[in-house]
């Protein structure tokens, strides 16, 4: 199975929030996906990853 990955704009328009907002979330909360660096300029998420974590988040609040 092929690995999807997203860029830090897909992921912040996905969450509906900044890409500065990502990268602070990254930095504050432990639980929240590791970025791949593939080079210099290239930083990516993996979807499965994020999903897994936002699937998290809405279980935790809706507990």
Not at 14 to 34: E, L, V, W
Not at 41 to 48: P, Q, Y
């Amino acid at each position: 199975m092929t690995k999807t990955y997203i860029s830090i704009a897909d992921l912040s328009a996905r969450q509906n929030t900044s890409r500065r907002a990502i990268y602070d979330r990254i930095k504050a909360d432990p639980t929240f996906p590791t970025p791949y660096k593939f080079s210099d300029k290239c930083t990516r998420f993996d979807l499965e990853e994020i999903e897994a974590w936002e699937a998290s988040k809405r279980a935790k609040n809706a507990a």
